[in-house]
Structure formats: C-alpha cells, structure tokens
C-alpha cells in the first residue's frame, strides 16, 4: 500500500521518516485548508495524489509554498499532470543541483 | 464544543507555540522509533484505478462511537466511507477546531474524496477509513498503527492518504 501524509511540523515529518510528505505551513487544524474553500482543497488533494505518482523515492518531504490565505486557487482540470507549485517543489529536491538524500531505501515489496 | 485548544488540558495552543510543543514531545520519540530503512511502497497502478483510504489523527470519529479521550488515547475508530458531514464528531483537544467543525474536510476530506471517485479522478472511495485522537506516546500508538496498517492492506486499499490535526 502506497502512503502520502500531510505534515504541519516540517521538523516532524522528517523524524517521521515516512515514505512520502508534503508539508504546510498552515495553523493545526486546517491541513487541507480553509473552510468552504473546495478549489483550494482540491488542489492539496491533487498534490497529494501528484506525490504518491511522482515521488522518486522514499524520504521525501516536499514544502508546498502556498501562503496562508494569500492564494488564490484556480480549479484544478487536468488531475493526471502535476500543478506547477508541486511540480516545482519537488524538482528543488529532485532535479540537477538538488541536495540528493543519502537515506536508502527498500527495494519495492 | 469550544473552539479553544490546550494541550493535556492545561497548555494553551497558538501557533507557534503548538509547533515548538509538537517538536518538543514527537521529536525524541520518533528519532528512537524509526531507526533503519524507510518503507517504499510504489503506486502500481494508474490513479483512476486506485481505491483510496483517509487516515486522520484529527480526532475524527463517528457521533455515535466512543469519544477519544482527550488527554490521550491509544485506539482508533473506523469510519465508513459513506459518512456524512452530519454523522462524524471531532474528540480532540490540541487544535483550534472552530473550522473543522464547521467543515470536516479541514482534516477529513471525505466529501472532497467522494467528489473525485464521482469525476473518476480515484477508482473508488475505501468502504472503511480510520480516525486517530491526540496521543503524546507514539510507542503506545504502535499497536493500533500497526492494526490500521494490516486492515488497510488487506481490504484491499492502493492509496492511504494521511490528514494531521
């Protein structure tokens, strides 16, 4: 079974050392956001689904840059491609000139 | 149920402050718990053919099963997929939960979830999801994690998504 968390404390997800987290920076409580804001949920979900695809390996705390209540969320129409702020995100981490993580991993059960 | 957030009770819940206490109590914890590889699980299949679970520890519970105690509990509730906004209760006193009261998804995105099966963005939604409450010893959370994680893959489930408080 595959597994993405949402972590709030960026200290803790990497304690955690799950196979794959995004992290907020927003206050507890609202992990996926603000009340009645379903664009904006929506588009936590598709990071989220976006990082169970896409993440290259195991360890990986990915900071979404969102601000709280400073964004403005689109609808999201195309699920099957990662939004740009995840995307961009995650190739800080992953792609040339990244800091490479030298925590292995198991081999795919 | 008031808005307010303490933690144990007696320690007052802002932001930052709630931050440095959750570094505080899981830090030594989880640095003597999660020694050796992290697990990897790749996705095997195409999202839109994925069943996909909710796990919150937002202390997310049916209204008509046991509360979570507020100072510490060890155990988790299920929860049906089919649940309504008006079905579920929040037993959590470590967060400001004046929001999520007023909409679930905050730290349960079920309705969100049900949206996508309906749009076949997942495959399906989990019959069952689990709900976690406040508990500052992640040793004694073990047992029942590791029961979550046994009835998760055995029911089938591709995808558990993890929401925190």
Known sequence: ?109 | MSGSATLFGVIPVGSAFGRFVSRLIALPQLRRLTTGDIPWTPLRKPIADCTVALISTGGVHLRGDHPFHLNGDSTYRVIPGSARREDLAISHQAYDKTDALRDINLVFPIERLRELEAERVIGRLSDVHYGFGLMGSAQKLMPAIKEVARRLGRSGVDLALLVPA
Do not use: C
């Open chain 1, 1 to 109: 079974m595959t597994t993405v968390g949402l972590a709030l404390v960026k200290e803790v997800a990497y304690a955690a050392r799950a196979p794959r987290f995004l992290y907020l920076h927003w206050p507890f409580g609202h992990a996926l956001g603000e009340p009645g804001n379903v664009p904006q949920q929506r588009a936590v979900l598709h990071d989220m689904l976006s990082m169970a695809v896409a993440a290259p390996r195991a360890g990986l705390v990915v900071p979404l840059p969102y601000r709280w209540r400073r964004e403005a969320y689109a609808a999201t129409l195309d699920w099957t491609t990662p939004g740009p702020a995840f995307s961009t995100a995650l190739a800080s981490l992953t792609g040339p000139g990244s800091i490479s993580d030298p925590r292995q991993h198991r081999a795919p059960a």
